[in-house]
C-alpha cells in the first residue's frame, strides 16, 4: 500500500482504443507498449475500464490487523522460500553486477500493526510532515503486505547476488516497527546505492488489478531535492515495469497509470528524500481477489521477484 492512502493519485482517464495506441507510443517502454499492444489487439480479459475509485478511496486503508496468521497466510509464506539469512557481505563478488549496490526497502512492517502510535508520529520528508510509516494492507485471509514484501524482497536479493552485486535491506522485520520513511530514504542514501527499490502490495478496490511502479516527482524543499534523480530514477523504474510484465504476465494497473503501469508522486518521503535513484512498485491489490491469489503464490512471487532483478539488471548494464 502507498503511503498516503488519503491522496489517490491522479484520476484515471477513460479513453477508447485509439487513444490508448497514442498512449502507448508516447509514453510507455518498448517491452511494455508491445505487451499492450497485443493486449489491445487481442482482446484480453483484463481490459475492463479504468473503476471510477481510485487507489485507497475505499476502506482499504484501514485492514484488521491480523490475529493470527490464517492457514491461507501459512501456506503463502511456505514452500520454497529464499535464504533467511541476513545479505552477507559480497567482497570480491564476481558476475555482471560485482560492485553495484542495491538497496531494496521491504514495505511496512508486521509489527506496525501493534505499534500504531509509533508509527502515526509525523517526520520531516523535506517538502511536509508525514506519518513515519503505516500498516500497509492485507489480503481478505489475512497475508500481510509486510509479509509478502519482506518475502519478494529476499527472493530478489537471492537473484541480484547471484549476479554479484552487494544488496543491503531497509529492515528485515528485525525490528518491532518500521524503520520510519525518512530513515528508508537514508539507509539508500548512506550506501550510495546504485539502484533502490521500495516494495508493496495495493489496497485497493475489487476489480482494481494490476502492478504499478511508482517515480519520484520533481520536488525540492528542505532536505527534499529529487532533480538529480528524476531521470534516472525513471529509466529504472520503466525497465522494471516492462521486465515485470514479461516475467510474470501480469497487466499493468487498470485503475492507476492510465495503463501505462507508470505513476508520478510527489508525496511519498520514501521517494523526496532519495538522492540516489529510486522506486516504489506495487506488484497487485491484495484486495482483489484474482490479484490476491497471485500474491499469495510462491510461484508468482518469484515471478515478481525475477521481473524486478531483470529491470534492475538492465539498469544498471546500461
Ligand atoms: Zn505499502
Known sequence: MSYDENQPSMPPRRFGRGNLTIVIAALVPTALAGWLAWQVMSGPD?????????????????????????????????????????????????????????????????????????????????????????????????????????????????LLEKQGATVKFTHTN???????????????????????????????????RGFHVILPALVKGGAADTANIVGPSRDLGERIAGKFVRATGSAPSNYVGDGTGLDVREDLGGLN??????????????????????????????????GMADGISSYLDR
Open 174 to 208: 528485525d525490528r518491532p516497527f518500521g524503520p520510519c520513511v525518512d530513515e528508508r530514504a537514508r539507509i539508500g542514501n548512506k550506501a550510495k546505492a546504485d539502484a533502490v527499490i521500495s516494495i508493496h502490495a495495493d489496497g485497493s478496490a475489487v476489480g482494481n
Open 46 to 158: 483484463e481490459n475492463e475500464p479504468p473503476r471510477a475509485l481510485p487507489s485507497g478511496s475505499t476502506a482499504a486503508g484501514k485492514p484488521a490487523p491480523p490475529a493470527s496468521p490464517s492457514p491461507s497466510a501459512t501456506s503463502a509464506t511456505a514452500s520454497p522460500s529464499p535464504s533467511p539469512s541476513p545479505s552477507k557481505g559480497r567482497a570480491g563478488a564476481s558476475g555482471p553486477l560485482a560492485g553495484r549496490v542495491v538497496v531494496v526497502d521491504p514495505g511496512h512492517n508486521p509489527g506496525n500493526f501493534q505499534h500504531t502510535s509509533e508509527i502515526n508520529k509525523l517526520v520531516d520528508i523535506g517538502t511536509n510532515r508525514k506519518e513515519c510509516d503505516t500498516t500497509g494492507t492485507s489480503t481478505n485471509a489475512g497475508y500481510t503486505e509486510a509479509e509478502f514484501s519482506l518475502d519478494v524482497s529476499q527472493r530478489l536479493r537471492t
Open 273 to 306: 528524500l532519495s538522492v540516489v535513484p529510486k522506486v516504489f512498485i506495487e506488484c497487485g491489490n491484495m484486495r482483489d481477489p484474482k490479484d490476491a491469489a497471485l500474491l499469495t503464490s510462491s510461484n508468482w512471487r518469484q515471478k515478481a521477484a525475477q
